[in-house]
């Protein structure tokens, strides 16, 4: 199929959205991965703003990512499990309906804490615009048996609000090939979102042309799943270091990105074909100029 468009803006994703206003471009799909305001360092934004000015631009961004919106589109929204009732909340107050709470669980071992449960999952918020979704893919996955089975799955199972499959990049070693480095070594986004994720989400809820919009687009994982999912995306990132680092994604060819690994995984999904949309990976998609301010693989 012929290669979606990949746009890549450079800025702060609450003026870039107002513009994309502007063009008309109506989303499928919104993924939310936003800095959790941990008050780690960054150079071009705070990561530890008060709360309730924290939540206030959540909201804002969740408002604006509604508009921009088809009927029945969906949005992913990411943050750590304490936040759950915030999540919930500006969802709600801004217009989506909730879908499901998804626990994606980390493989990794659990942050310890004294006098409570280690934490050990993440929660992905999934909400629509309306009460029904315009689309949702039942997936299918050949998750291995537990030992309490007694007879192997024919056709696999369906995926559920659970997602214990997928391994997130941390640090060190386990991160492996798919986490970017730099010269050497070190990793360029300790954030990165693994591609296994992001394809299971594009995967459930849009369509091959489709677009979908990330607006903290860090190291642009979904636009490098979209791309090869022949789906349309836009990427929004403040830091010109990330941005640059999603066009060299988007246009050089990394094995360690591909998703045609996972097709087999997915094998018991009816439909699977018209689901995946399938481009050519490695795509052919020239590089522009030195200043990647803003990246367009054109049509
Ligand atoms: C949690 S990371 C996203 C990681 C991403 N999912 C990936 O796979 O690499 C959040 C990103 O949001 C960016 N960011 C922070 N404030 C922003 C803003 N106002 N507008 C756009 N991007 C912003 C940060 O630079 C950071 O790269």
Redesign the pocket.
């Known amino acids: 199929m012929p290669l979606p468009r990949a746009i890549v803006l450079e800025?702060?994703?609450?003026q870039?959205m107002a513009k994309l206003q502007v063009q008309g471009i109506n989303f499928a799909l919104t993924?939310l991965?936003?800095?959790?305001n941990q008050g780690k360092e960054?150079a071009?934004?705070s990561d530890d703003l008060p709360e309730e000015e924290y939540w206030g631009w959540m909201e804002q961004v969740c408002r604006a990512a509604h508009q921009l919106t088809l009927e029945g589109g969906a949005i992913y929204f990411?943050q750590r499990e304490k936040n759950a009732e915030h999540v919930l909340r500006v969802l709600r107050e801004t217009g989506w309906t909730l879908q499901n709470v998804i626990i994606w669980v980390k493989r990794t071992s659990a942050v310890p804490n004294e006098w409570r449960f280690g934490k050990q999952y993440q929660i992905i918020a999934f909400a629509t615009k309306g009460f029904k979704p315009r689309v949702f893919h039942r997936l299918r996955i050949d998750a291995p048996l537990r030992p309490e089975y007694r007879y192997p799955r024919e056709n696999g199972m369906y995926v559920t609000d659970v997602w214990d499959d997928i391994r997130e990049l941390t640090s060190g070693y386990f991160a492996g090939e798919e986490a970017l480095r730099d010269a050497r070594g070190n990793r360029l986004?300790k954030?990165?979102?693994p591609v296994a994720l992001?394809a299971r989400i594009l995967l459930s809820s849009t369509l091959p042309g489709d677009w979908v919009l990330?607006?903290?687009?860090?190291?642009?994982?979904?636009a490098v799943v979209a791309q090869q999912l022949g789906r349309h995306s836009v990427s929004?990132?403040?830091?010109p270091e990330?941005v640059a680092c999603i066009c060299q994604r988007l246009s050089a060819r990394r094995e360690a990105d591909s998703i045609a690994v996972l097709k087999h995984y997915y094998r018991f999904t009816p439909n699977l074909e018209q689901v995946w949309g399938e481009t050519d990976f490695p795509p052919p998609v020239p590089v522009p100029s030195a200043q990647f301010t803003l990246f367009d693989s054109g049509e």
């Open positions: 800025g702060d994703c609450l870039q993924f991965d936003p800095p959790f960054y071009y934004f990411m986004h954030q990165q979102s992001l990330d607006p903290f687009a860090g190291t642009g994982t979904t929004i990132e403040i830091d990330n």
